[in-house]
T-cell receptor, first 110, second 108 residues
């Protein structure tokens, strides 16, 4: 079954404690992306990757890092999380513009 | 970059057609228009996309005006399960620009 998986699905952490949200896809897609969703703001793109070792900033990259060492994985790294990064995060992979989204990770930073 | 504008919410009676408009007046010639929907807080789901011509698939139809400044997503026979937030998105082969979308309420 074609799918995008994210882990963890829920995470509560404290300010400054580094964390990684993993994302994996099994469709051999070259393009992968991370979004955050906040009430009233829709989805905003954080980072995207066109292929292995090729990443670029989206609209809201501050406070986030990504890496793409393998085609199937695209982890999102928060080196020093802050409360304003409390949000619902989605990973997606796509063939051209048809994106497949993961189930989401709800992150709370206290 | 194609920034889009959509109404905040719309109502539709079950069984009737739902017509969801989107304004994308800044779209450039090579930018596709994509439509997605999101049910509750699930990951968004792809519906349909187009560049110039009208498109139809098993889920919906997409009507794009000749000047490409706006489009309309049509759900021909809305059901209660179509209640969701619908996003009209500009895509230029790198970045995706989601707006706040339209909350479609399908009522019995």
């Amino acid at each position: 079954e074609a799918q995008v998986t994210q882990n963890p699905r829920y995470l509560i952490t404290v300010t400054g404690k580094k964390l990684t949200v993993t994302c994996s896809q099994n469709m051999n897609h070259e393009y992968m992306s991370w979004y955050r969703q906040d009430p009233g703001l829709g989805l905003r793109q954080i980072y995207y990757s066109m292929n292995v070792e090729v990443t670029d900033k989206g609209d809201v990259p501050e406070g986030y890092k990504v890496s793409r060492k393998e085609k199937r994985n695209f982890p999102l790294i928060l080196e020093s999380p802050s409360p304003n990064q409390t949000s619902l995060y989605f990973c997606a992979s796509s063939y051209f513009g048809e994106q497949y989204f993961g189930p989401g990770t709800r992150l709370t930073v206290t | 970059d194609a920034k889009t504008t959509q109404p905040t919410s719309m109502d539709c009676a079950e069984g009737r057609a739902a017509n969801l408009p989107c304004n994308h007046s800044t779209i450039s010639g090579n930018e596709y228009v994509y439509w997605y929907r999101q049910i509750h807080s699930q990951g968004p789901q792809y519906i349909i996309h187009g560049l110039k011509n009208n498109e139809t698939n098993e889920m919906a139809s997409l009507i794009i005006t000749e000047d490409r400044k706006s489009s309309t997503l049509i759900l021909p026979h809305a059901t209660l399960r179509d209640t969701a937030v619908y996003y009209c998105i500009g895509y230029n082969f790198n970045k995706f620009y989601f707006g706040s979308g339209t909350k479609l309420n399908v009522k019995p």
